[in-house]
């Protein structure tokens, strides 16, 4: 058992304001999280933020678009009043919250394709069990073969899963520019580029730079048919597109290398084979800069911690690869003739690492 | 200085954090069902232990046990009071088997049947029908009649949220002056249990289905309480034992749609005087749009059951077509409160 006193001083005064919640409730609702997740995605898949983004909608209306049961409907409109992802007005219509309009598709940070894509995440973190016990990831236990293989072999999935990530990009690409000074730089390279969200903000708040979009070729088909799109297509003629494997190699030429949200996916042996084919392609002055969730040595409870262990778990489940500490990048780079520069925290969960050659 | 703009971008940041905190519950909640499962908190009562020390009495793999526990310590579950060594919290205790309040078996009822409905949740949105039918292959209750290993799991989860209640039910109502309490679908008797011993003048009758009730006796032997409580099987869609001054329906009528519900409580006023008491202890549904979390309890009903939570207006329209009139609605410490209505 804690002492008391301790408890007490890993408090903030935020929370040590607030009326304290017996255990028993605390742990009742993050164990009803599942439930919640589950009224989103349902959310997301009916598209009812699309329904209320442009006002309050009344139940009748809204089961009518949605041809969903009218009653059924309206209890889970009222779970998701209870979560503080509607308001229900004096006049029985529901409306969208703050947090509730991250669901519309299109908005900055759109968490829309992001809930869109849960279901299958669902699935897998049913067999969490099956890792704890065995150490396997529970998704190849599932599908018999890795994320990635898996992805190559449906399109659909695989477009939807890059719809979701392109959400979180948009996120992190507002706080690299803000954070960093890529003026220096002509040619930015995006290893694992996916749909290029986070280049062409890059190349937006640069009007010099110009970019190179790496990723598999399918990837780098769905991201040229986005591309030639209005009105991104004067900025898509800096960025050229180039299709190839980051374990197999990386295109040479560049004075600025990312690597956003790529290496969590991997295990360490496959995290040194990335980064030595960057390594390789880059030239001595070449700089690479790593997006990544850079973990404390030690954790203790606080709000800001779980999201980044939890995005750990979604490793373990999903991928087999995992989330890291600074001194576990440092020594990964060092295995493939890198120098961690400094670290360089953003607002949201995501650190950006900046690493030179040796 | 934050510039408009800026103050915009970091609002908008954090409400899409906010949303994206929701859309991973079921990543904190399936991490406690697994801490729950392989029995983690009875492996820490007597102290902190390592991880190594853990995975090895578990018989886990250590490194993804290791990345399962340092998530539950950063939600307050766990402390890690040494690099890779873990000990209870307050709510952590509670996942422990014999602790009062236990949510073990809760967790591991949400973890394995309760998520599994909840998976087809869009099914129950779109046919208004309960998902337990489309992945059980039948309605829950009878599934689990036909799998008692199921079934003990959840009598053991609904036993532990009943202890909650029942302390709550108990500080909140006055039962002194009254000779008999029935309680109808009482199951394992831990309200009446609760009732009758800050009563030791009241006797009771404890009512609930064959399989539910056996072995009972015993318990209430062993706590000295079977002299005053009688325990009948039986089926409350069918009759309900008479004679009791008042006669209390704990969380069962939100496990049932309103036609059934409506035949429980006539059975209920068939064995009932003129003038006695019922207790309904249920959740109310406000009409206001404040967040509650009995509107998510409605959910689980809907997806798990077929029944649902109801509003006062709900419960005073039910009572009625059954010859009840409800007098008063007290709250409680927990989210349910006491529905007391008398038979007319």
Not at chain 1, 198 to 226: N, S, Y
Not at chain 2, 140 to 145: A, H, K, P, S
């Amino acid at each position: 058992m804690s002492s008391p006193t301790r408890s007490d001083a890993s408090l903030d005064s935020k929370q040590a304001q607030l009326p304290a919640v017996p255990p028993q409730i605390a742990l009742a609702r993050l164990m009803t999280g599942y439930a919640v997740a589950q009224l989103i995605y349902v959310a997301a898949k009916l598209g009812l933020a699309e329904l209320l983004k442009d006002g309050p909608q009344s139940i009748d209306e809204l089961a009518r678009r949605t041809e969903t049961d009218q009653n059924s409907l309206y209890r889970v409109m009222r779970g998701l009043v209870a979560v503080g992802v509607l308001t229900e007005n004096e006049a029985a219509e529901f409306e969208l919250t703050a947090v509730g309009q991250c669901l519309c598709a299109g908005v900055p940070g759109s968490m829309s394709a992001m809930a869109l894509c849960s279901d299958e995440s669902y699935f897998v973190w049913g067999h969490l069990l099956h890792t704890v016990k065995t150490g396997e990831t529970a998704f190849n236990h599932l599908y018999d073969m890795d994320r990635y293989q898996y992805l190559r072999q449906h399109p659909e999935a695989a477009a939807k899963f890059h719809a979701a990530m392109s959400g979180l990009s948009a996120q992190v690409a507002q706080a690299v520019v803000m954070l960093y000074d890529l003026s220096p730089f002509d040619l930015v390279i995006d290893v694992g580029g996916g749909s290029g969200t986070l280049l062409l903000t890059l190349l937006r708040a640069h009007p010099a730079l110009r970019g190179v979009l790496f990723d598999l070729p399918a990837v780098v088909e769905a991201a040229r048919e986005q591309l030639t799109r209005e009105p991104i297509a004067a900025l898509a003629r800096r960025c050229e597109l180039v299709a190839g494997d980051f374990l197999a190699s990386v295109p040479t030429g560049g004075d600025a290398y990312l690597l956003s949200h790529v290496l969590h996916n991997w295990d360490d042996e496959n995290c040194r084979r990335i980064l030595r084919n960057c390594r390789a392609a880059m030239g001595p002055q070449s700089k690479l800069l790593l997006i990544e969730i850079v973990l404390p040595a030690r954790l203790s409870q606080s709000p800001m911690t779980y999201p980044l262990v939890m995005t750990d778990l979604q490793m373990l489940v999903m991928t087999g690869g995992r989330e890291r500490t600074e001194p576990e990048f440092r020594a990964l780079l060092q295995d493939a003739g890198l120098e961690l520069l400094r670290v360089i925290q953003t607002r949201g969960l995501d650190s950006l690492i900046e690493c030179v050659p040796v | 200085m934050a510039t408009p703009e800026v103050r915009k971008d970091t609002e908008q940041l954090s409400s899409a954090m906010m949303l994206r905190e929701l859309l991973c519950g079921f990543w904190v909640s399936q991490s406690i069902y697994v801490a729950a499962k392989i029995g983690v908190a009875d492996l820490l009562a007597g102290g902190p232990q390592s991880c190594e020390h853990l995975a090895e009495r578990a018989g886990v793999e250590v490194g993804a046990l290791y990345r399962v526990m340092r998530t539950l310590a950063s939600y307050g579950l766990f402390e890690e009071s040494e690099p890779q060594r873990f000990g209870l919290t307050p709510l952590g205790s509670l996942l422990q088997t014999s602790v009062p309040m236990s949510l073990r078996s809760l967790a591991i009822w949400n973890g394995e049947m309760s998520y599994q409905a909840w998976g087809d949740v869009l099914h129950a949105v779109e046919t208004g029908q309960p998902t337990t039918r489309r992945v059980l292959g039948m309605n829950l209750f009878d599934y689990l009649w036909q799998k008692p290993e199921v079934g003990q799991i959840f009598n053991d989860a609904m036993s532990g949220l009943a202890t909650q209640v029942s302390q709550a039910v108990v500080a909140a109502y006055d039962f002194s002056g009254l000779g008999s309490v029935v309680d109808i679908g009482g199951g394992q008797g831990t309200l009446l249990e609760a009732i009758l011993r800050v009563y030791p003048e009241l006797h009771a009758i404890l009512f609930d289905a064959p399989a539910v009730v056996e072995g009972v006796n015993r318990r209430l032997e062993a706590m000295r309480l079977a002299e005053r409580c009688e325990v009948v099987g039986g089926d409350f869609f069918e009759r309900v034992p008479e004679g009791g001054d008042i006669y209390l329906l704990s969380s069962v009528l939100h496990d049932w749609d309103d036609e059934h519900g409506l035949l429980i409580l006539r059975n209920c006023r068939r064995a009932m005087r003129h003038n006695g008491k019922l207790l309904l202890i249920e959740c109310v549904i406000p009409h206001s749009s404040e967040p509650c979390f009995s509107k998510l309890l409605d959910l689980q009903m809907l997806v798990m059951t077929g029944g649902r939570e109801r509003t006062e207006k709900q419960f005073r329209t039910l009572l009625s077509a059954a010859g009840f009139e409800l007098r008063s609605i007290i709250s409680t410490a927990v989210p349910e409160h006491i529905i007391e209505a008398v038979a007319v």
